[in-house]
């Protein structure tokens, strides 16, 4: 049992009285069914939720992962003709979709240190007693980072941390240069295709990135194969694909790479990287640190090894050589629809990646297998002659992992279908054990808040809702304990990318969600030949009651969409969380404001000299220009309007529920307020990247910006972009107020 748990239950007492409603107390309503639809909807759950098996999930996952399924390998397609016979068993209209996709695989790997000693590394991951599929080494893709450019270069190393701009920043203020240089960065701090792109803008000529055991091995517990974290020889596979400038296939930007898509040349895509890129274990790394020469880093920059953390710059020299087959080949997604009764033309769409670096029993296949008993569970029903409203489409991705591939492809070419039809995607992708996480677009936040408090948790007997609420006040920031207190509904995390809601929601406004469970599951098996059957049913999910968890939240959420009068769509929680977000940027420029004045201030008196010592090099800082005063009022004003027009829509709506042409119409327009939010000329330098409210930072890679638009520009310090911005944003924001006002008079 681990220690999150244990404090957890000790302090649970203290926060009993919070969860003083009952479940039954909340089923006297659910968002969008009529009074008369309630009763006969619990009971469909019920049914539901008493067809789940664990036993399947397991039997699916063995199978599975059983060999390595990376994309274009032989077992990729044999899961892929597996998974459609199972939907096909189960009375799905199923098919295979193909596209043709630049996939590049490594020839040549070699990584040598050439001065002050010889060394060369190992660069492979050995087998592990126990775990069988792990000496499949015939099959498995060896480590290395996919759209890494071919390169061959030498040059001596600079350690940059994690290789984030403010690393980069870091550097610049002790005079370190990394121009000419080759980079090693520990992962974690960014998406690792930051990486690269930050060093490539540096001048850097070459990039190595590390698993440092502080982040992701010995330092968090024992390796494996005693313990689930990462052993000395393991290393993270993953693309390094510039995804914040658009995901899916290199040369098919925007449109499906069907067999006859018209192609760029390879030499003119975007997104690959501009300097070689390749993944190491730390026990390869630990000789190249050992060497480094130069001033010690910051405390925040030393990791677990057992050597001092140094800058580098002169010593040591290093070889890197990297060849790629730059291929192109198939890959397969798996579409199973089950058509609804009496909205057919309004999609409710469920997806989960299959594809895996390797074996991937917990990233992707701990989230498929519970997307496969939903699918399978709701057939049980459909045997007792129950059909839903709407249509449900159930989706296993292909090539996931080499950057959104199969997800985009897919939606590019049907792009013009879905933004018709599709009301709602919902995603997966790993699962372990531990809490209900969830992030997604903001107007069903309140509808996946009830789903959440109807499902129990499989530890504790209270609902998962319950557990994550009272792990938010017993562990969380002073911030975020005070909101689990105060407010009704937990807040469900902003979407920025790194899984495939991404073209659903940022490039075609398709409302989404991504669930899953985890905090619980700790390990250091992501993107290895570790990620295996053996690892995952020892520390990921013992017995597979969190996947069968899953599998109810997502199947409850599925049904709920599909089967509701009207589609569960609330504007007060999206505007107060813009009504948050635009506070933010507002407090970002003044904080901007403040800290430059400050700085230049005491530049301009002397006060900030020049430091040399044998450890520790400082140069002056350059004085930042000043920051202006941004005009926020016309984002002000359309966020007042948004607060108004929530309120009034939620009015108008209240008890209501309308029936044939009308009630059709008010779905459509309540699923195509957030097409609203999509600017078809997308987000500055990257037009892929339509959606106003929520995108991937342009260098964060997964992780998040909220009106990125406005807040990307204050942090790049563009004052004329960032005044543009704020009018874009609020005019998008006046469009989306137009659609609820639309919405509210049908009421």
Same mark, same amino acid.
């Given at each position: 049992m681990s220690g999150s748990f244990l404090r957890f239950l000790l302090s649970f007492t203290l926060v009993s009285s919070v969860f003083s409603q009952s479940v039954s107390i909340e089923k006297k309503q659910i968002l969008g069914f009529s009074a008369d639809a309630i009763t006969a909807q619990y009971a469909l759950e019920s049914k539901f939720d008493a067809s789940l098996k664990a036993d399947n999930l397991r039997d699916w996952m063995k199978r599975l992962s059983a060999r390595p399924h990376h994309l274009g390998s032989p077992y990729n397609k044999e899961n892929a003709d597996f998974i459609a016979s199972q939907f096909r068993s189960w009375g799905y209209e199923t098919k295979l979709e193909e596209f043709q996709v630049l996939f590049p695989t490594p020839k040549t790997r070699i990584v040598e240190m050439t001065a002050p000693e010889k060394f060369t590394m190992r660069l492979n991951e050995p087998q592990v007693a126990g775990d069988a599929t792990t000496g499949q080494q015939t099959e498995q893709l060896p480590s290395y980072n996919a759209y890494s450019i071919d390169g061959d270069v030498t040059g001596p190393l600079v350690y940059v941390n994690y290789g984030t701009p403010a690393d980069y920043e870091e550097l610049e203020k002790r005079g370190i240069d990394v121009k000419g240089r080759i980079v090693i960065s520990r992962y974690g701090g960014s998406w690792r295709g930051i990486k690269p792109k930050v060093a490539a803008e540096h001048g850097a000529i070459g990039c190595l990135i590390f698993s440092d055991p502080r982040n992701d091995g010995f330092y968090q517990g024992d390796v494996y194969p005693k313990g689930a974290y990462r052993n000395e020889n393991g290393v993270q596979r993953g693309s390094v694909m510039d995804m914040p400038l658009y995901p899916g296939d290199p040369l098919t930007k925007g449109i499906g790479a069907t067999k006859d898509a018209k192609r760029v040349d390879r030499r003119n895509a975007e997104t690959l990287t501009k300097i070689p890129v390749l993944p190491i274990s730390y026990s390869d790394a630990l000789p190249l640190l050992k060497n480094l020469d130069g001033a010690v880093v910051p405390e925040t920059w030393r990791g677990a090894l057992p050597v001092t953390y140094h800058f580098g710059g002169k010593t040591p020299t290093v070889r890197m050589k990297l060849e790629f087959n730059w291929d192109i080949k198939p890959i397969y997604d798996v579409i199973a629809k089950m058509p609804g009764a009496e909205r057919p033309d309004q999609w409710v769409i469920r997806g989960n990646h299959r594809d895996a670096w390797v074996n991937g029993a917990s990233d992707p296949i701990s989230g498929l297998v519970a997307l496969m008993e939903e699918a399978r569970g709701l057939s049980e029903l459909a045997k007792t002659g129950w059909r839903p409203k709407r249509t449900i489409v159930f989706a296993a991705w292909d090539a996931e992992e080499e950057g959104l591939i199969g997800s985009t492809e897919w939606v590019e070419t049907h792009a013009a279908e879905l933004s018709q039809k599709a009301a709602v995607y919902i995603n997966t992708d790993s699962n372990g054990r531990g809490f209900l996480g969830i992030g997604g677009s903001h107007t069903l936040e309140k509808f996946i808040n009830e789903v959440g408090k109807d499902i129990p948790d499989p530890q504790t007997k209270m609902s998962v809702w319950e557990r994550t609420r009272a792990n938010q006040i017993v562990n969380g920031s002073p911030t975020s304990r005070k909101e689990a207190m105060d407010r009704s509904d937990l807040r469900i995390s902003p979407l920025g990318s790194g899984s495939d809601y991404t073209p659903f929601l940022q490039h075609l406004g398709i409302a989404s969600l991504n669930i899953g469970f985890g905090g619980e599951d700790g390990g250091g098996s992501y993107h290895s030949i570790y990620d295996s059957f053996e690892h995952y049913q020892r520390f990921g999910?013992?017995?597979n009651v969190y996947g069968v968890a899953l599998a109810k939240v997502c199947g409850h959420a599925t049904l709920r969409l599909a089967n509701a009068d009207t589609l569960p769509f609330e504007f007060a929680n999206f505007a107060e969380t813009v009504g948050g977000y635009a506070n933010e940027v507002m407090r970002l420029a003044d904080s901007m404001r403040e800290?430059?004045? *400050?700085?230049?201030? $005491?530049?301009?008196?002397?006060?900030?000299?020049?430091?040399?010592?044998?450890t520790e090099t400082y140069i002056v800082p350059k004085q930042k220009g000043?920051?202006?005063?941004?005009?926020?009022?016309?984002?002000?004003? *359309?966020?007042?309007? $948004?607060i108004e027009s929530s309120r009034a829509f939620q009015s108008a709506a209240k008890g209501k529920h309308l029936s044939g042409t009308k009630q059709a119409e008010l779905d459509k327009l309540l699923y195509k307020t957030e097409r609203a939010l999509a600017r078809d000329q997308g987000l500055p330098r990257r037009d892929w990247f339509r959606h106003q409210i929520y995108a991937p930072g342009f260098y964060t890679g997964y992780g998040v910006k909220t009106l990125p638009g406005i807040r990307e520009a204050i942090e790049q310090r563009n004052w004329t972009e960032a005044e543009e911005q704020i009018r874009l944003a609020a005019a998008t924001i006046e469009k989306y107020v137009a659609e609820i006002d639309r919405a509210a008079s049908i009421n």
């Open positions: 999910d013992p017995g800290e430059t004045k *400050a700085t230049n201030q $005491l530049i301009a008196n002397g006060m900030l000299k020049a430091v040399e010592d044998p000043n920051v202006p005063f941004l005009n926020f009022a016309p984002l002000q004003n *359309a966020i007042t309007k $948004l």
